[in-house]
Nanobody
Framework: HVQLVESGGVSVQAGGSQKLSCQVS????????MGWFRQDSGKEREGVAT???????SYADSVKGRFTVTKDTNSNILFLQMNDLKFDDTAMYYC?????????????????WGQGTQVTVS
């Protein structure tokens, strides 16, 4: 059973940077499709970035060039480096995993979710 625990949520000024982490247990991050999603109050959950088991990444247009998703397979941790943060990046950020090697940027295809970590940009 895959368990995911996010950390790194913060309140930060626009233009700042922050790195989110997601500790994976119960499986090996290197074998999974994993992703970051976010949801702000009153809005639908949206995909931010995904990374396949082979390291192939995909990003939402709104974060391309600013966010980077990586995996440390030795430590079994998923990361999201966020640079040049904008007010619209404010949201609860969720780590997710799919029991397959290939990702689809649809939340319903992910079966495992963390509890979320809040990022607030002012």
């Amino acid at each position: 059973h895959v368990q995911l625990v996010e950390s790194g949520g913060v309140s930060v000024q626009a233009g700042g940077s922050q790195k989110l982490s997601c500790q994976v247990s119960g499986s090996t991050a290197g074998r999974l499709c994993m992703g970051w999603f976010r949801q702000d109050s009153g809005k639908e959950r949206e995909g931010v970035a995904t990374i396949d088991a082979d390291g192939t990444t995909s990003y939402a247009d709104s974060v391309k060039g600013r966010f980077t998703v990586t995996k440390d397979t030795n430590s079994n941790i998923l990361f999201l480096q966020m640079n040049d943060l904008k007010f619209d990046d404010t949201a609860m950020y969720y780590c997710a995993a799919r029991g397959k090697a290939v990702c689809y940027n649809r939340a319903e295809t992910f079966g495992y979710w963390g509890q979320g970590t809040q990022v607030t940009v002012s």
